[in-house]
């Protein structure tokens, strides 16, 4: 049976993070494991650990690894580099940091990892069959780079429909650019590394949106592959144009800085609001022929609207959210490169608002480039969005130990 030390308050601590802005890595290092340690007390090593790291601690990423396993001694340990992380109640963007987040959970965490081969047809994906029927939570960190995710995600969902996937795919860091994943104290490139957590484990995941939808609900009446040909019979552009006709003068600024699309999650529903979309980006448009490129195949039949960024519906919806998630020991964090100070025009924004409405007193994450969780009941990629994972705590009083 697994014995962990109480606190000096006779509650049992299960969670500790910490994060550092240090420059040099090995006093970054210290200071983490140091704290780290420090907040879990006495007892057995943490079962699992999560490492990010952003800036110049990217090119000892590897080093810092194993410094972590000899100070920590985790059973398990993932992660991956980012432009930025998040712990406690800060962020940090386009600079070194370092954020660990430490677990005493048992064997109700094991590993799971995803390998993607190219084949004749395509790709093919390694790993999934492990979790047929598989219930509970897995937490995944990605590489985006040929790893056809939402395809990850519908085939879970097929193999293990109580599988709920919450996480977010890395950045391109260092030099050259690439995505960065960390499996124990090794370095990896492509496919994704996490960690299934059991239903034991008190726990509850959301997906706060960066987006909201404007104009009407349309029928998508034309698609080759990822170009979107036809909107209600009409062309998107003109669709646009005439969507431009009929907004307000702020919505009108904000669909000038960027539009989205969202695809409608669940088509049963008759109204349509924030959280029952999967936003995609606009990503050019064929001005002969009006059609857009949304880098997603759309089905014929599908409804979607489109939508802009809105940092007000943006921070309402992550407190709403947050609120009626209810107080949590710890949290992991998985928040959009599009947001931060970027969408807010301030830093620590997704930070803060976790660690004081949940109360989270173990908080870390990173930025992404696409993020992971449950929408409607599906678990979908997301962007302009965060997704968070809260464990413990759930109920009235502090959610500081766990």
Not at 235 to 252: N, V
Not at 253 to 266: I, M, N, Q, Y
Not at 377 to 385: A, D, E, L, Q
Request: glycine share 14%.
């Amino acid at each position: 049976a697994l014995h962990i030390a109480p606190s000096s308050s006779g509650r049992v601590r299960r969670f500790a993070a910490a994060g550092s802005e240090h420059p040099l890595t090995p006093h970054a290092v210290g200071e983490v494991c140091g704290e780290i340690s420090e907040t879990l007390g006495p007892g057995p090593a943490p079962d699992v650990v999560i490492v990010f790291c952003s800036g110049d601690h990217v090119a000892s990423a590897g080093a810092s690894l194993r410094a972590i396993d000899a100070l920590l001694s985790p059973r398990i340990c993932l992660g991956a580099a980012s432009s930025g992380t998040l712990a406690g109640s800060r962020e940090v963007e386009g600079r070194a940091s370092l954020s660990v987040w430490a677990a005493r959970l048992g064997e109700a965490v094991e590993p799971v990892s995803f390998d993607v081969a190219s084949v004749a047809d395509g790709v093919m994906i390694g790993g999934t069959s492990e979790l047929v029927d598989a219930t509970g939570h897995l937490l995944l960190v990605g590489d985006p780079d040929g790893l056809p995710t939402s395809g990850l995600l519908a085939n879970l969902a097929l193999r293990a429909p109580e599988l709920v996937v919450v996480g977010g795919l890395a950045p391109p860091v260092g030099v050259p650019p690439a995505p960065l994943l960390f499996e124990g104290t090794e370095l990896r490139t492509g496919g994704a590394v996490g960690l299934r957590i059991a239903d034991s484990v008190p726990m509850r995941t959301l997906v706060a949106q960066g987006c909201r939808p404007i104009g009407e609900p349309m029928v998508v009446t034309g698609a080759e592959g990822t170009m979107l040909t036809e909107l209600a019979g009409r062309s998107p552009l003109t669709r646009i144009r005439e969507l431009a006709g009929q907004l307000e003068p702020d919505d009108r600024e904000l669909a000038a800085r960027g539009l989205h699309l969202g695809l409608v999650v669940d088509e049963h529903r008759v109204d349509f609001d924030r959280g029952d979309f999967v936003v995609r980006n606009v990503i050019g448009a064929e001005t002969d022929t009006g059609s857009l490129a949304v880098g997603e195949q759309l089905a014929l039949g599908s409804i979607v609207q489109f939508q802009v960024r809105d940092p007000a519906s943006a921070e309402a919806e992550l407190a709403r959210l947050l609120k009626e998630a209810g107080l949590a020991a710890a949290a992991l964090v998985f928040t959009c490169v599009g947001r931060g100070a970027a969408l807010f025009g301030e830093a620590h924004h997704d930070a803060t608002a976790v660690a004081d409405v949940s109360g989270a007193g173990a908080l870390a994450g990173m930025f992404c480039t696409a993020e992971l969780g449950p929408i409607a009941g599906m678990s979908k990629v997301h962007t302009y969005s965060a997704a968070v994972a809260l464990f413990g705590g759930a109920g009235p009083g502090p959610g500081r130990d766990g």
